[in-house]
């Protein structure tokens, strides 16, 4: 079973600049998850999808952060304009609904200079 | 205020030994736990959970146990591999009876396993 897909893997970009990031997650998990990892310190919440409604989007800085999940597959985040403290590993993850194992793909490591 | 509490940055320990990871939490309404390893430049992986309803759980070398009067639990690790050496993540989901939702992660422990 292939797991969760995360596109790139790695972008270093200037500040102001736009980026976006791609997931594909496990086939059939209605639920997947949007994680910000800075160094040093545990995954945090961005934003959560089931299928292609938001859940939870409370810790989603909105002024600049985007994400949707149209089809209620593959999910795409976008940071527009990025800062410095943007810098961090960003994780998708997705779980089957009801079930509190998630599932994570790489991650993209974003630098921002 | 962190609800996840790691409060040991790193462990070392030698090869064939027990390796004890431990982990504290604030927020009583939690009534699952789950253990996630992390090799560098890849995602945590699920390792072991726990509900709240029981004390303890084994998965072969690794045993998770709870203490839900102290708001403690610990993942022990017998014997100790040098491919375990990883960052071991605690973790809760911050919605409660159903035991899913975002996972309240806490800073992590790096444990580092000699030969």
């Known amino acids: 079973e292939a797991g969760v897909a995360q596109s790139p893997r790695y972008k270093i970009i200037e500040k102001r600049q736009s980026v976006a990031f791609w997931c594909n997650p496990i086939?059939?998990?209605?639920?997947l998850y949007w994680y910000q990892q800075i160094l040093g310190q545990g995954p945090k919440l961005l934003i959560q999808?089931?299928?292609?409604?938001?859940?939870?989007d409370s810790q989603l800085p909105k002024d600049r952060f985007s994400a949707e999940r149209l089809k209620g597959v593959d999910s795409t985040l976008k940071i527009q304009p990025a800062k410095l403290e943007d810098s961090a590993v960003y994780l998708c993850?997705?779980?089957?609904?009801?079930?509190?194992?998630?599932?994570f793909g790489p991650g993209t490591r974003l630098t921002v200079t | 205020d962190q609800q996840v509490k790691q409060n040991s940055p790193s462990l070392s320990v030698q090869e064939g030994r027990i390796s004890i990871l431990n982990c504290d939490y604030t927020?009583?309404?939690?009534?699952?736990f789950l253990w996630y390893k992390k090799y560098p430049a890849e995602g945590p992986t699920f390792l072991i959970s726990?509900?709240?309803?029981?004390d303890k759980n084994e998965d072969g070398r690794f045993t998770v146990f709870l203490n839900k009067s102290a708001k403690h639990l610990s993942l022990h690790i017998v014997p100790s591999q040098p491919g375990d050496s990883a960052v071991y993540f605690c973790?809760?989901?911050?919605?409660?009876?159903?035991?899913?939702?975002?996972?309240?992660f806490g800073k992590g422990t790096k444990l580092s396993v000699k030969p």
């Open positions: 993850a997705s779980s089957l609904v009801g079930s509190p194992e998630q599932y």
């Open positions: 086939s059939g998990h209605a639920t």
């Open positions: 999808f089931q299928n292609n409604g938001v859940v939870d």
């Open positions: 927020n009583s309404m939690f009534d699952y």
């Open positions: 726990i509900s709240s309803i029981k």
């Open positions: 973790a809760a989901p911050g919605q409660y009876g159903g035991s899913q939702g975002n996972l309240i």
